[in-house]
């Protein structure tokens, strides 16, 4: 059974909270481990990190300011982001960026949060996770920005289309594919690009509990996605790609390894 890296899973501030212990336990079953922890806005990344130090070499996180929490913003959150991105386990900054799709912060105020996130990724030598929805011009605007200087920069949860996954590979992005590649209605474009991004730079999410698998057979009783159901989601991707399942995992676990430098404790499978 292939090892798996769960780059994106909302394990605070989400219904998986409640069930930590379990939630790891099962996916280390399926040898889904270790696990990043998204960190969504100051307070939550401080909770991802205490979270982490409880399980250590099981969890990693990020930490940041998402866009949707980016009206919290202020003079003193690059301060303070500063002191949570050198805390152990922390390995990007994120998740930020943009979403034009429900707007629930002022767009001027989630341009500012996700520029001076750039800037500080840069300037501690991290790479960065990021979100973008409905909002493709102005992230691209504002991330090439800073590209030349980032470490690394990964788009989590991708879901565009041909032109905006050619503009991101231009960029030298990473890109994480979620269960939404598994919906026939939905994610029928994204399934006909997976196989277009360089193996290099994929990797592969659950973003639980978020984005259940819909073509899972048997159907999971819960409509909670978990990462232990992101082994389905790499051998979806791998067939549609037109690698053997093994083959794929093991690229994605490495790039995630690489990127998040994760490698001196996770040995390449």
């Known amino acids: ?30 040898r889904v481990s270790p696990l990043i922890v998204i960190g969504s806005s100051l307070d939550e990344s401080q909770q991802a990190i205490d979270c982490c130090l409880q399980y250590p070499k099981s969890l990693y996180t990020t930490a940041g300011v998402h866009p949707h929490h ?17 805390q152990p386990n922390v390995v990007a900054i994120g998740e930020c960026g943009l979403d034009y799709n429900r707007d629930f912060s002022p767009r001027p105020m989630q341009r500012i949060a996700f520029a001076e996130q750039l800037a500080l990724a840069a300037r501690l ?8 929805r409905d909002a493709h011009d102005d992230f691209v605007e504002i991330l090439q920005e800073y590209r030349p200087r980032l470490k690394g920069a990964l788009l989590h949860c991708f879901t565009g289309n041909r032109q905006s996954l050619e503009r991101y590979i231009e960029l ?9 590649v ?23 999410e659950t973003d639980s509990p978020y984005l ?7 159907k999971p009783k819960s409509s909670k996605n978990e990462p232990q159901y992101l082994p389905y989601i790499s051998q979806y991707i791998a067939s ?15 790039n995630s390894c690489e990127f998040f430098g994760l490698k001196a404790t996770y040995e390449p499978i």
């Open 240 to 254: 549609l790609r037109g690698q053997s399942a093994n083959e794929f995992a093991k690229q994605a676990y490495n």
């Open 212 to 218: 259940l698998p819909r073509s899972m057979r048997p």
């Open 1 to 30: 059974m292939p090892s798996h890296i769960d780059i994106a899973v909302n394990l605070v501030g989400s219904a998986l909270e409640k069930d930590i212990d379990n939630v790891i336990q099962r996916a280390a079953a399926q």
């Open 182 to 204: 598994c919906d026939e209605r939905r994610g029928a474009e994204l399934a006909s690009l997976v196989g277009d991004i360089p193996a290099n730079r994929i990797m592969i």
């Open 172 to 180: 030298d992005l990473h890109l994480g594919i979620t269960g939404w």
């Open 70 to 86: 980016a009206s919290e913003w202020q003079a003193s959150s690059v301060e303070r982001l500063t002191h949570l991105a050198q």
């Open 125 to 132: 030598n991290m790479p960065v996770l990021m979100h973008e």
